[in-house]
């Protein structure tokens, strides 16, 4: 295992330099925090990652969650790391003070599962559902609900889950079977089946299922969906007893071995009782919170494996002598063999995975500063910041889980032999990675998304400020002459983006739906593409202040100048597949749609 799996150095530059953290504490909502103490949060979280997390990373991939008497056996370190991060705070990180939490900015909480998830991607699910699904009581819930749920899930004591996918559904939520029947009582009769559960039982005092189901006599579709509280044990005379909610199965994944997906059976003896959160028929729209931060938290997941497998590589690189320099003339059989870090298409791929992970990171970062900022921003400037992170939460989704497999991947071929094998870490790291492309969302339908809905948002109001957003960049560092070349190619870039966009909304506007949305994952490719060189431009933007100001250590100017080195490699050999994607979607000629592709399929 390499010494390291994320780097402070990098991670103080993104929260300090490039995106400024202080700017996010200024405001009243955060006035309990200082620059002190973000600095002695991020220090217990890597002490929690050192710890509990990177220890159990081997071990609970080599120990998958199984299947065993009725229940679900996890690794120790599960339950460990949910009372460590409950003790911490850091479950309820996000949460108002008044509501149990510690009302941390999104900025410092992102950073910390990117830490953890580097160290142990599998773990982190436990946490990170269980923030996820008592925001949900938080934002909708009723004082009852909160009192009696929050306190547990937040001290890390009990789960939380979302229960959305059925054996039948799917993503196709207006599918689901799973019934609400009311009661004098106050509560509702639970009957159903959710698969994929991650998380959804295991060796803690008790689940929290927040699940989708359809009031008896509801609206069809997705406008009769209602949202429940479902506890796998509920409380009964301030007793724990069984509420009828079962594990029939389990899912044995790829990868993320070590966090079980489940298979659910809710009132099979029809005694499951579930409390009805917010309004009836209004489920989905408080699901989409939850999904929508869980969608962000898959994209850190898949920068934080990258992240790892970089750092695997790199050390492997640097240690492995293969092979002769190639300007050695002709073959000199008594020279040493060279490390392979000195071979250029080692160093090529070793810059590509660097290039995509602090890349993907960049984006995250850049989107929890919009969370931040929709959240303490009032008027005009919170609806800004609420629409730029809407519409890229899809890419922040996607680019880091795609990209990520292909960053992984490179990794694998620097290991050689060895990169398939379980003796290192990168067989591992590929599994797990290739799993997060289809967690909460396939690519498929976060291109969908992305096209289809958040580009026309608000009559494509928050396409225009994502593209002002950019422009401002491009503006920044075209003050800098070493710069200037990099702000004209995303310039560039941006502008044929546009274009393309403009092209695939004409068939919309004509109802040509199949045709618009054909090629969206397509699109999908080139908007992250130009979205991460964006980012690349602020990161070389930042590192050109910094080398500027002068007064530097040889290891700061050193990593200044590396970063300005991998924007510089993004734009050469990224930005340029925008042309090839470009050309495709421009294309009048179609070749996936109904009436195109059955010849070729089905014969």
Known sequence: MADKY?????????????????????????????????????????????????????????????????????????????????????????????DGGSQLPVSLTSV???????????????TGLTSGAANLIVSFGSEELKQTYLPKMFGGEWQGTMCLTEPQA??????????????????????????????????VENVVHLYLAKIDGAPAGTKGISLFVVPKKRIENGQLVDNDVKTIGIFHKMGQKGSPAI?????????????????PHKGLSYMFQMMNEARIGVGVTGAAIASAAYYH?????????????????????????????????????????KAIFEGSLSLIWQVARYADLSHVCEGEEKEKYQLLLDFLTPVVKTYPTEMGIQSVSAG????????????????????????????EGTTGIQSLALLGRNITMKNGKAAMAYFQEVQKAIADAQTYDELKKYAGKLGEAAMSLQKVTQ?????????????????????????????????????????????????????DVAFYESKIHTMKFFFAYEVPKTLGLATRLMDEEVLTTETTVESALFV
């Open 112 to 126: 910390n599962g990117y830490i953890h998830s580097a160290a142990n991607n599998g773990i982190t699910s436990f």
């Open 412 to 439: 694998m071929q620097v290991f050689g032999g060895g990169g398939y094998c379980e003796d290192f870490p990168l067989e591992k790291l590929y599994r797990d990675i290739r799993i997060t492309a289809i967690y």
């Open 313 to 353: 590589s790199l050390q492997y690189a640097m240690e492995r002598p293969q092979g002769q320099k190639l300007n050695i003339k002709g073959q000199d059989a008594n020279a040493p063999q060279t490390l392979i870090i000195n071979h250029p298409d080692v160093k090529r791929m070793l810059l590509f995975q």
């Open 503 to 555: 092209h695939l909304v004409s068939f919309a506007m004509k109802g040509e739906v199949e045709r618009f949305l054909a090629d969206a994952t397509l699109y999908m490719e080139m908007f992250g593409i130009v979205a991460v060189a964006w980012q690349w431009l602020l990161q070389g933007t930042a590192a050109k202040k910094s080398l500027l100001k002068g007064g530097l250590t040889d290891e």
């Open 170 to 203: 799917g993503s196709s939520l207006h599918y689901i079977t799973s019934s609400a029947t009311p009661t004098e009582e106050g509560y509702y009769k639970i009957k159903g089946h959710k698969i994929y559960i991650t998380c959804g039982d295991h060796d």
């Open 263 to 279: 298979h659910l059976e809710a009132g099979a003896h029809g005694d499951c009782r579930g409390w009805l959160v917010g309004e």
């Open 6 to 98: 994320f780097s402070l150095r990098n991670v103080k530059f993104m929260m300090n330099e490039v995106f400024d953290i202080e700017d996010i504490l200024k405001y009243p909502h955060f006035a309990h925090l200082d620059k002190e103490a973000v600095g002695m949060i991020l220090d217990s979280a890597i002490q929690i990652a050192d710890n509990i997390a990177r220890p159990a990373s081997i071990d609970m991939d080599k120990k998958q969650a199984e299947f065993e008497n009725g229940g679900i056996t996890v690794h120790p370190n599960a339950k460990k790391y949910m009372k460590a991060m409950g003790e911490a705070g850091l479950i309820g990180a996000i949460t108002s003070m008044e």
